[in-house]
Nanobody, 119 residues
Framework: QVRLVESGGGLVQAGGSLRLSCAAS????????TGWYRQAPGKQRELVAT???????DYSDPVKGRFTISRDNAKNTMSLQMNSLKPDDTAVYYC?????????????WGQGTQVTVSS
């Protein structure tokens, strides 16, 4: 059993900042928290940012220079610092994790947290 819970979403004006957090609990042995995704109304879920076990990060073009992903393995948490927010950032944000077993990969998703940016 693995549970991922996002928090930190809310309503913010354009240009403001929010910090999202993802906490993992349950059977977390070998669990990897790998990144953040978002889904806006009427659009497909899209990748926002990824982080590897070595600490390397990657970002989608719309958020480069504004968002920062980080991970604390000791606390089993992952964060997304969002600065200079725009109305186009409005979406439900999800954290993703995975666990490897033999040759299989098992994905895990949180329930999502709403981020709304007003103009």
């Amino acid at each position: 059993q693995v549970r991922l819970v996002e928090s930190g979403g809310g309503l913010v004006q354009a240009g403001g900042s929010l910090r999202l957090s993802c906490a993992a609990s349950g059977s977390i042995f070998s669990l990897e928290l790998t990144g953040w995704y978002r889904q806006a109304p009427g659009k497909q879920r899209e990748l926002v940012a990824t982080i590897s076990n070595s600490g390397s990060t990657d970002y989608s073009d719309p958020v480069k220079g504004r968002f920062t992903i980080s991970r604390d393995n000791a606390k089993n948490t992952m964060s997304l610092q969002m600065n200079s927010l725009k109305p186009d950032d409005t979406a439900v944000y999800y954290c993703k994790g995975l666990r490897r077993s033999n040759s299989l990969i098992f994905p895990y998703w949180g329930q999502g947290t709403q981020v709304t940016v007003s103009s």
